[in-house]
């Protein structure tokens, strides 16, 4: 081997280091890039999975709170219409009620035809109101409070025995003297239905 040939494997061999460092240098800040866009791909990645998540929850959210905002008012709606038919047959049965005693305020005369049919008549309206406030109480069963529901009930009891006086044993009296009762218990049976509605 020559001269030449050893100073250039010399030279080569001097070199070397830097040529591996200089390589070295260079494939290091190449890798540390490609480490820094693969963790930053990643942290992308990962924060659209989250971003994802979150989203899929809110809309889950968004959904239930309207659903129950929707059942809500769906209950509120059905409790209002039952309660306005519990006050119309409150208001029909003492109709009924005063309608029977007045029966009972004028002279019988069984052998009138017309007399006949307006005694029917007064029945059959009690009949119906009671049949109807018996509907009315079982749906406010089912949709109001305690409170509500006894109050009415209260109200269909005394209801029910002044019309049984009246109409079986013709007791003129006794609608007069369950007067007081019967109208304290209609007020605390519409103050029932108001309070439940809400109004004051």
Same mark, same amino acid.
């Given at each position: 081997m020559g001269r030449v040939d050893r100073a250039a494997a010399a030279l080569v061999l001097f070199l070397l280091p830097f040529i591996a460092a200089a390589a070295g240098a260079y494939l290091g800040a190449y890798l540390r890039k490609k480490g820094e866009n693969l963790a930053t791909h990643e942290d992308i990645e990962k924060l659209d999975?989250?971003?994802?998540?979150?989203?899929?929850t809110a809309k889950e959210?968004?959904?239930?709170?309207?659903? $129950? #905002?929707?059942?809500?008012?769906?209950?509120?709606?059905?409790k209002?219409?039952?309660?306005? $038919?519990?006050?119309k047959s409150l208001a029909e049965i003492d109709g009924a009620i005063i309608g029977l005693d007045s029966l009972l305020q004028v002279e019988t005369k069984p052998d009138e035809l017309g007399w006949l049919q307006i005694e029917s008549e007064k029945y059959?309206?009690?009949?119906?109101?009671?049949?109807?406030?018996?509907?009315?109480?079982? #749906?406010?069963d089912m949709v109001c409070e305690r409170e509500t529901s006894k109050a009415l009930a209260t109200f269909q009891i005394i209801a029910?025995?002044?019309?049984?006086?009246?109409?079986?044993?013709?007791?003129?009296?006794?609608?007069?003297?369950?007067?007081?009762?019967?109208?304290?218990?209609?007020?605390?049976?519409?103050?029932?239905?108001?309070? $439940? #509605?809400?109004?004051?």
């Open positions: 999975d989250q971003v994802r998540v979150v989203t899929t959210i968004e959904a239930k709170i309207s659903d $129950e #905002l929707w059942n809500r008012q769906k209950r509120w709606e059905l209002r219409e039952v309660l306005f $038919e519990a006050a059959a309206k009690w009949k119906r109101a009671a049949v109807r406030f018996d509907e009315a109480k079982i #749906l406010v029910t025995q002044i019309a049984e006086a009246v109409t079986r044993n013709r007791d003129a009296e006794f609608r007069t003297k369950s007067s007081k009762e019967l109208s304290l218990s209609l007020l605390a049976a519409r103050a029932a239905v108001r309070k $439940e #509605l809400g109004i004051d």
